[in-house]
Nanobody, 123 residues
Framework: QVQLVESGGGSVQAGGSLRLSCAASGVPVSRYCMGWFRQAPGKEREAVANIDRYTTTSYTESVKGRFTITKDNAKNTLYLEMNSLKPEDTAIYYC?????????????????WGQGTQVTVSS
């Protein structure tokens, strides 16, 4: 049984930082494409960052230079380091797994989702 459990969300002021974690079970993060999505109120869920089996990363344009996705294969955990946060980063952040070595991180390609963690950035 696959489980993705996010943690680390919270409320911060603009310019602050947060680190999200996603503890995975039943799916080895070392083998597959893993990623983070987010969904703001009234908006569609969007891909934020992903990392493939070979640790190649990809980011949506609005977070480049501010967010960093990493994974710890020994802990089977995915991370998202978020710096210089902006109010427009406010959303529920979801961990996702796509059972492919390479990433095609669209909503439809995701095989497993976490339950989500709220990130709120105030101005």
């Amino acid at each position: 049984q696959v489980q993705l459990v996010e943690s680390g969300g919270g409320s911060v002021q603009a310019g602050g930082s947060l680190r999200l974690s996603c503890a995975a079970s039943g799916v080895p993060v070392s083998r597959y494409c893993m990623g983070w999505f987010r969904q703001a109120p009234g908006k569609e869920r969007e891909a934020v960052a992903n990392i493939d089996r070979y640790t190649t990363t990809s980011y949506t344009e609005s977070v480049k230079g501010r967010f960093t996705i990493t994974k710890d294969n020994a802990k089977n955990t995915l991370y998202l380091e978020m710096n210089s946060l902006k109010p427009e980063d406010t959303a529920i952040y979801y961990c996702a797994a796509h059972l492919s070595a390479y990433c095609s991180m669209t909503v439809l390609a995701v095989d497993y989702w976490g339950q989500g963690t709220q990130v709120t950035v105030s101005s």
